[in-house]
T-cell receptor
Framework: GAGVSQSPSNKVTEKGKDVELRCDPI?????LYWYRQSLGQGLEFLIY????????KSGLPSDRFSAERTGGSVSTLTIQRTQQEDSAVYLC?????????????FGPGTRLTVT | AQSVTQLGSHVSVSEGALVLLRCNYS??????LFWYVQYPNQGLQLLLK??????LVKGINGFEAEFKKSETSFHLTKPSAHMSDAAEYFC????????????FGTGTRLQVTL
């Protein structure tokens, strides 16, 4: 079946602009995660959605970052007033959360470059 | 809090040689452990996982890893490296029984030479 998809694959934006990154999880996966991968920081957790529960936002680096998940499926990560340090690859993952399967399946990522 | 340490940011092996990538973790509860591989300009692909049961786990592409609780380690091995194994490898830990985040190591870039 189809894997996790993310769009756009690449995004170049000017400092101060807002950007939206989209993630389509694997159908039926109840959990969705956002991570950021950057040269200086490695792979960092940003936010996690599980079903109808309140999201775990503990990894968001500032209040310029927000995310939502509509209808338990598609998720959008929004970065307001982008800064150069926001340049990174943003990875989305989903998980079925069956007892026998706790792994996360990752999308190809969105490479964000802030100029 | 959980953490993962991967010793060696770069490892170089000859084709056909043993691959050993080291991972040590710290966790206050029994962990789930994962190895992911990332090829250039691609997302992360799961190589193998340890959740419960047998401590030696086999994954894709001939890789395997052994969970050693006494050493808090989960080293990744492959008996014979292939050129196509060149990639970045990430070890990750997650608390058992929760649907929580993965905590990743800093990654090890594997180079395979002729």
């Amino acid at each position: 079946g189809a894997g996790v998809s993310q769009s756009p694959s690449n995004k170049v934006t000017e400092k101060g602009k807002d950007v939206e990154l989209r993630c389509d999880p694997i159908s039926g996966h109840t959990a969705l995660y956002w991570y950021r991968q950057s040269l200086g920081q490695g792979l960092e957790f940003l936010i996690y959605f599980q079903g109808n529960s309140a999201p775990d936002k503990s990894g968001l680096p500032s209040d310029r970052f927000s995310a939502e998940r509509t209808g338990g499926s598609v998720s959008t990560l929004t970065i307001q007033r982008t800064q150069q340090e926001d340049s990174a690859v943003y990875l989305c993952a989903s998980s079925p959360l069956r007892v026998s399967s706790y792994e996360q399946y990752f999308g190809p990522g969105t490479r964000l470059t802030v100029t | 809090a959980q953490s993962v340490t991967q010793l060696g940011s770069h490892v170089s092996v000859s084709e056909g040689a043993l691959v050993l990538l080291r991972c040590n973790y710290s966790s206050s509860v029994p962990p789930y452990l994962f190895w992911y591989v990332q090829y250039p300009n691609q997302g992360l692909q799961l190589l193998l996982k340890y959740t419960t049961g047998a401590t030696l786990v086999k994954g894709i592409n001939g890789f395997e890893a052994e969970f050693k609780k006494s050493e808090t380690s989960f080293h990744l091995t492959k008996p014979s490296a292939h050129m196509s194994d060149a990639a970045e490898y990430f070890c990750a830990v997650r608390e058992t029984g929760t649907a929580s985040k993965l905590t990743f190591g800093t990654g090890t870039r594997l180079q395979v030479t002729l």
